[in-house]
């Protein structure tokens, strides 16, 4: 099994920055895709930042130019460097990942359980 542990959410005021991080642990033979959703209240969970195993990154428009996705592939970790952040940037986060857990070709999907990030007018 693989677990996901994010850490570094919290409070700020607009305009203010955060770094959200992402540790996997477990029976990983390599991590394919990383990425980071967030959920606010009342609405569907919605993908933020997305980085591949060749460090390709795609962001959601809402955020590109602010946030940052960026992975260490030696620790199995991935971050959410969030700056110039918006009230509307309140949510849930996630981290997400899709992992393969031998050297089978198969590969699975797994969540963290989510930090709350609140930015204040």
């Known amino acids: 099994q693989v677990q996901l542990v994010e850490s570094g959410g919290g409070l700020v005021q607009a305009g203010g920055s955060l770094r959200l991080s992402c540790a996997a642990s477990?029976?990983?033979?390599?991590?394919?895709?990383m990425a980071w959703y967030r959920q606010a209240a009342g609405k569907q969970r919605e993908l933020v930042a997305t980085?591949?195993?060749?460090?390709?990154?795609n962001y959601a428009d809402s955020v590109k130019g602010r946030f940052t996705i960026a992975r260490d592939n030696a620790e199995n970790t991935w971050n959410l460097q969030m700056n110039s952040l918006k009230p509307e940037d309140t949510a849930v986060y996630y981290c997400y990942a899709v992992v393969r857990t031998s050297a089978q070709p198969y590969q699975y999907q797994f969540w963290g359980q989510g930090t709350q990030v609140t930015v204040s007018s």
């Open positions: 980085i591949a195993s060749d460090d390709r990154t």
């Open positions: 477990g029976s990983i033979f390599s991590i394919n895709n």
